[in-house]
């Protein structure tokens, strides 16, 4: 009886989503501290972290030209590009674009 259980909670524990989503996010963070230790980036991440800097750039200099932006365009420069630009390793100048972008007068769709 008492061995009937333990195994049941060893099975349990195995099976849960819980524990192997533990797992995976400690792997996750071993690759990346390794990655960023490393300098190990594919062309992939390179190619996406340039295209997101000249997408940051190009949207940031029109929004600031123009003197405004609407609810809708931060959220989508902030959501979809500076985040997981940022997330990335991408550099200052998009932070310090983004700090501008943060003054200006936000209008509603």
């Known amino acids: ?9 060893i099975l ?4 849960s989503t819980g524990l192997w989503a533990f797992i995976s996010f400690i792997a996750q963070t071993i690759v990346r501290r390794y990655e ?17 800097h000249d997408r940051i750039i190009t949207l940031c200099s029109k929004y600031i030209e ?4 609407t609810t809708d365009e931060y959220e989508d420069l902030n959501k979809y ?3 997981p630009y940022r997330d990335l390793g991408g550099n200052g100048t998009a932070e310090r674009l983004m700090k ?10």
């Open 12 to 15: 349990a524990a195995l099976g």
């Open 100 to 109: 501008e972008i943060d003054q200006l007068p936000v209008k509603p769709n």
């Open 81 to 83: 590009l500076y985040k």
């Open 66 to 69: 123009q003197g405004y932006i």
């Open 1 to 9: 009886m008492e061995k009937d259980l333990i195994t049941a909670i």
């Open 36 to 52: 960023e230790k490393h300098g190990a980036r594919t062309a992939a991440d390179k190619m996406l972290l340039g295209l997101g």
